[in-house]
């Protein structure tokens, strides 16, 4: 089913518009929901130079070029396009006009064999493609300034983009854009489902226009007169799309995020209303020419489920711009008779810093309880909230900062101010298991409701920013519901720096686009305690969206990760510790004696947040700070993560 838009403002094309009521008044075939048969549910996680030769189902490759998440997608047949049976459901509540020739173009429905592929987890988001901008000089979207993303949007997924900057893009990372038969398996798997998630619509399993303004539309007319008023009152760039994987409940059977709605994705190939006809007779060649190139997914505008359906098909014109259009891309062989322009070799990969302690595999577990053995940096994703927790294993670290770390900041700052970090030591833990991120707004969200202590309603694009702006109590509530605690300060250090003692996560050096800080928010370099410089913060807090703005979605800086895989272990927010604070807890640790602090007035809070200027020594490792626990920052600077372990 074809889409166009007729302006830069939005306005839909609306005479032969499907309506599928979101409600799913019309009945569909058996459901089924992920995950799907064909994905392996102890997934590896790989983090090598280069994809490996072998893999299964729904593991994982990190691209050290770009840190992008990247799921392999099994060599074998899938099913392709749309059944008669699956037309006559939406047909069954379409608006009147409509007939079987709007889904002409996804007929026949067949089976096709593809080879083995890696494709994007998400779409590209800001921050990558920003780090792609840097290293090639490429122009940056229409509503960047400077080169640099707008603030709070580094999670989101670029837009603004053309299907040549697509393809650049893909080129610099060492892959190419997908196929339309890549992009399809990749959506909806082997078992030809309507949805990633299965065959029954679900409006809260992909980012559409209802979630957009948090209402219901019973009718084409209604959506469309809502969408031209919206257009003029809102900012299509902030609060259209969302943080990429925000809806993590419509995950395609190989782990894919947004592949129904968010942004509509470019495909490599040009369009052709009869290209399945011809896949159907085995010839898997792409269209050697066209006018138009393919875009799949749905975008956040729409609310048809029709337009989110894994087979709908959709163009536009190459060098078409605008808030509604991003992509991914997949590492894998190239189709017979494509393009050399359109499918560029692999490209030489990136090296980040060495992470000693974690495996280059490492498995995903999908337990009721967390396993008994594993190896450093295995993944127990758990149930109650879904939270990834990466496994620590038992044995000694570097805790704690020697004086040649903290030399460069003598300059700034008396000794004193860093004797509650000394002296520096080796200090042995058991194993534990701790969150690889932040828990977010949407985990707590569930455990609000789950606990009945309240209704609440998160605002759209924020599901997967860190949940702020609470007091240690309400951090350690949420920890015993989703079965753990909060981590001692020894297992948060351990967890953010290794066994070698680095200074930051990532290791010795500072790299604002590591992680989240308010250099990297305004694109520059503050001098440490300068008068201008805090009068430029109080101004900038005056003039923006704080929540919106300051924070970023959980995990966007993938080159960040401690040894284990941990995410946001320096900047975005401060995270409360379980211990209260002890000025001279680290010289007894010093001398063995690891018991916590039995009592104190505040709690420890770790890690740094964006709204710190006194860079990069804030944002180190063994940074130690504290809080009254019944304090709410005003700032939006507080949140937390858990671990399950010992106690």
């Known amino acids: 089913m074809r889409v166009r838009w007729l302006t830069a403002a939005f306005l839909l094309v609306v005479l032969t518009v499907v309506w599928v009521a979101a409600c799913g008044a019309a009945e569909r075939p058996a459901e089924r929901v992920s995950p799907a048969p ?285 808030y509604t259009r991003g992509f991914r891309c997949v590492r894998g062989l190239g189709l017979i008779g494509q393009d050399s322009s359109v499918l560029p070799a692999a490209q030489p990969a990136e090296h980040v810093l060495p992470q000693s302690e974690a495996i280059p595999e490492v498995v995903v577990q999908r337990t009721p309880e967390p396993p008994k053995e594993a190896q450093a940096g295995d993944v127990w994703v758990n149930p109650k909230d879904g939270m990834e927790m990466v496994y620590v294993p038992a044995g000694e670290f570097t805790l704690g900062s020697s004086d040649s770390q903290i030399s460069p900041w003598l300059e700034e700052y008396k000794r004193e101010r860093f004797s509650n970090e000394q002296p520096q030591c080796r200090v042995n833990l058991p194993a534990f298991w701790i969150g690889r991120t932040e828990v977010t707004q949407a985990q707590y969200a569930r455990f609000l409701q789950e606990t009945r202590r309240q209704e609440v309603s998160i605002p759209s694009g924020l599901e997967r920013l860190p949940v702020v702006n609470l007091a240690w109590t309400d951090a350690t509530s949420y920890c015993q519901w989703a079965g753990g605690r909060l981590p001692s300060e020894l297992e948060w250090e351990k967890a953010a720096r290794g066994t070698d003692g680095r200074i930051f996560p990532w290791g010795d050096k500072w790299d604002r686009e590591r992680c989240r800080s308010f250099e990297g928010i305004l694109g520059r370099t503050y001098s440490i305690g300068e008068d201008e410089d805090l009068s430029a913060i109080q101004q900038w807090l005056g003039t923006h969206d704080v929540l919106r703005e300051a924070l970023t979605a959980v995990g966007s800086y993938p080159t960040g990760t401690s040894p284990y895989g941990a995410a946001d272990m320096a900047g975005n927010v401060s995270e409360w510790c379980g211990d209260w604070y002890e000025e001279k807890a680290y010289q007894r640790y010093a001398r063995g004696d690891l018991k916590p602090p039995p009592s104190g007035t505040d709690r420890v809070l770790r890690g740094g947040s964006w709204i710190f200027i006194d860079l990069p020594g804030a944002l180190r490792c063994a940074r130690r700070d504290h809080s009254a626990p019944d304090l709410i920052a005003g700032y939006i600077v507080s949140g937390f993560r858990y671990v399950r372990g010992l106690p």
């Open 38 to 322: 064909e994905v392996n549910a102890n997934a590896v996680i790989w983090r090598t130079p280069e994809p490996p030769a072998e893999a299964q189902a729904g593991d994982v490759w990190v691209n050290p070029k770009d840190g992008m998440e990247m799921v392999y997608v099994a060599a074998g047949e899938f099913v392709l396009g749309t059944s008669d049976a699956q037309i006559d459901v939406d047909l069954k509540a379409s608006h009147p006009g409509d007939n079987r020739e709007e889904f002409k173009d996804e007929q026949p429905q067949c089976r096709v064999n593809l080879p083995g592929y890696w494709i994007g987890r998400t779409e590209v988001t800001n921050a990558q493609y920003l780090r792609f901008v840097h290293a090639t000089g490429h122009k940056n979207p229409k509503h960047w300034k400077s080169k640099e993303v707008p603030s709070g949007l580094e999670s989101f997924p670029v837009v603004s983009v053309t299907w040549a900057d697509a393809a650049a893009y893909c080129e610099w990372a060492g892959g190419r854009l997908p196929s339309e038969p890549e992009w399809e398996k990749a959506a909806r798997g082997a078992d030809g489902r309507v949805f990633p998630w299965g065959d029954q619509w679900d409006d809260k399993r992909c980012h559409n226009f209802e979630l957009v303004t948090r209402r219901k539309y019973m009718n084409v007319g209604e959506w469309v007169s809502t969408l031209r008023g919206w257009n003029g009152a809102h900012d299509p760039v902030r609060e259209g799309p969302a943080a990429v994987g925000s809806c993590e409940a419509g995950a395609s059977p190989y782990g894919c995020l947004d592949m129904a709605g968010n942004v509509w994705e470019w495909c490599a190939d040009w369009y052709d209303d009869k290209a399945y006809q011809r896949y159907a007779k085995g010839d898997l060649r792409p269209p050697g020419s066209g006018i138009h190139r393919v875009v799949r997914g749905g975008s956040w505008p729409y609310v048809p489920p029709t337009y989110f359906r894994c087979a709908n098909r959709s163009d536009d014109a190459p060098d078409t711009c605008d």
